[in-house]
């Protein structure tokens, strides 16, 4: 079992940026892949980003790369996400999420890999 806590959303005028940190519970959290998702007002969940059990690759949806970075510490069994060049259409609630390794390469975006969501924190990026 993963709990995952979500932190560091808010409110930022675009072109700005913001970090968000999911803490993981659990003593196999370095086991695992993580994944961010992020869902818009009535609007699918999509996928953001993604980082293998340890850290060596990371995945991104192609609206997001260069902007976006991912990265964990699993000494501390978190991971990041880090948000820069915000645009309105980043806004969104963002969850993080956790699966099992497995072939993470083949299906990073695949929804229903992951076994552990969080609550998810709110991104609002304002024009």
């Known amino acids: 079992q993963v709990h995952l806590a979500e932190s560091g959303g808010g409110l930022v005028q675009a072109g700005g940026s913001l970090r968000l940190s999911c803490a993981a519970s659990g003593r196999t959290f370095s086991s695992y892949a993580m994944g961010w998702f992020r869902q818009a007002p009535g609007k699918e969940r999509e996928f953001v980003a993604a980082i293998s059990s340890i850290g060596i690759s990371t995945y991104y949806a192609d609206s997001m790369k260069g902007r976006f970075t991912i990265s964990r510490d699993n000494a501390k069994n978190m991971v990041y996400l880090q948000m820069n060049s915000l645009k309105p259409e980043d806004t969104a609630v963002y969850y993080c999420?956790?699966?099992?390794?497995?072939?993470?390469?083949?299906?990073?975006?695949?929804?229903?890999?992951?076994?552990?969501w969080g609550q998810g924190t709110q991104v609002t990026a304002s024009s």
């Open positions: 999420a956790a699966r099992p390794s497995g072939n993470l390469r083949a299906n990073p975006h695949d929804q229903s890999e992951y076994l552990y």
